[in-house]
């Protein structure tokens, strides 16, 4: 169990490595698998769109929400994020300063009125388009 837990932690990651344009499906995705195990992934946000894993039964169900087709992400700006990479950081850091052995670092603030950073500040990963490249 530990090794599927990890081996979902690191898909983002192996997806994003070994993918190229040429392995895109009809529906703007990138896939990786391994046995018992597929994930979808589109370059908008480095999103992860599909986990495919299967049950006690051999039935591959799909286990993240997400939508059919990479191109509805960003026609619908509303949508909830889905497996969208949240920014260099997930969740925030108060007064949009940290400090690194004695040196203070202010970064972009964006929520609470210039109070704090969230996500990474203004630059909102989930709406970025990420390039992707083969690994060999």
């Known amino acids: 169990m530990l090794a599927r837990l990890f081996t979902l932690a690191a898909l983002p990651l192996i997806a994003f490595a070994q993918s190229n344009a040429s392995s895109i499906d009809k529906n703007g995705k990138y896939e990786i698998s391994s046995e018992g195990i597929r994930a979808n992934f589109i370059a908008y946000g480095a999103s992860i769109s599909n986990l495919f894993i299967e049950d006690i039964h051999g039935v591959e169900r799909d286990i993240v929400l997400g939508f059919d087709n990479a191109s509805y992400y960003e026609v619908d700006k509303?949508?909830?994020?889905?497996?969208?990479?949240?920014?260099?950081?997930?969740?925030?850091i108060m007064n949009s300063t940290f400090e690194i052995d004695g040196e203070v670092f202010e970064i972009d603030a964006n929520e609470h009125g210039g109070l704090n950073t969230l996500h990474g500040g203004c630059k909102l990963f989930h709406l970025q388009f990420f390039k992707t490249a083969t690994q060999h």
């Open 78 to 92: 509303q949508h909830p994020h889905l497996g969208g990479v949240p920014g260099r950081y997930a969740n925030r």
